[in-house]
């Protein structure tokens, strides 16, 4: 029949009793569609709410009212955006001041509901790195309200040679936003070059062709012994070759292996 309609959004968090008007319309006519929306700005918001619609008339009985329905406000989502630090290089064997000996693992955290802004929010960002190339330890925890993390990276004797990853995890600090982990990136360790020590045989004397001959020797580097080398024995007279052996692994960066006098 033409009539003007108020129609009204309240809200409440679940387990409260009282209801707050949210946002409310007028239309007039039949069969009228109408979106009323709610805004939530704080972290304290963050929880399990229930709504209603009622409509109210010109006339004084002219009333309705909508079951209660449930949403949830959840943390903000995020995005770990890369700024510098993947696929360096680090050299464990250099002097301290050397630009080699260390790099820098950096990026950013934004907040992705929001057009991707920087979260201006103190938070806290953790950086973990792989030390054998597979299992992460807790490395840094940087804390700012920029949105902008930096980790200055050193390697010591902890870290093995070779191919590393490294990640950040966001955010702590706030339950405001979700926490996740980045991308993995990576980080490759550089050192010395391996050195080598022969320490047997050491003048024996033997009979060709019945004898046999024990070869043993070590890798070690910047670290130590190496015991994870692949170590050959070259047997040489004269610059000629006379017998090549792969040694045997003893574990503990010793190499042996046995060739016939």
């Given at each position: 029949d033409n009539d003007t309609l108020t129609i009204r959004l309240a809200s409440r968090k679940q387990g409260e009793t009282a209801w707050v008007l949210k946002n409310q319309t007028t239309v007039t006519g039949t069969y009228q569609l109408v979106n009323l929306s709610i805004t939530f700005t704080s972290g304290s918001d963050i929880s399990t709410w229930e709504y209603k619609y009622n409509a109210t008339g010109d006339d004084s009985w002219d009333f309705n009212e909508t079951a209660v329905g449930t949403f949830v406000v959840e943390p903000n989502d995020i995005n770990i955006n890369l700024v510098l630090g993947n696929n360096s290089v680090v050299n464990r064997n250099?002097?301290?001041g050397d630009p080699s000996q260390a790099i820098n693992f950096a990026v950013t955290v934004v907040d992705a509901d929001r057009q991707n802004t920087s979260i201006t929010d103190t938070i806290s960002t953790r950086f973990h790195v792989t030390k054998d190339g597979e299992n992460y330890t807790f490395n840094a925890s940087v804390t700012n309200d920029t949105g902008s993390f930096y980790k200055n990276f050193t390697s010591d004797c902890t870290v093995s040679v070779g191919p590393?990853?490294?990640?950040?995890?966001?955010?702590?600090?706030?339950t405001w936003y979700k926490t996740i982990n980045s991308t993995v990136y990576f980080y490759n360790v550089t050192t010395m070059p391996l050195v080598t020590a022969v320490t047997a045989p050491d003048n024996i004397t033997r009979?060709?062709?019945i004898d046999n001959i024990t070869l043993r020797g070590n890798v070690s580097d910047d670290c130590g012994l190496v015991s994870a080398a692949n170590a050959t024995f070259n047997i040489v007279r004269n610059g000629i070759t006379l017998a090549t052996c792969t040694g045997a692994n003893e574990g503990?960066?010793?190499y042996n292996c046995t060739v016939t006098a």
């Open positions: 250099t002097t301290r590393q990853r490294w990640r950040a995890e966001s955010v702590f600090g706030t009979i060709r062709a503990t960066g010793f």
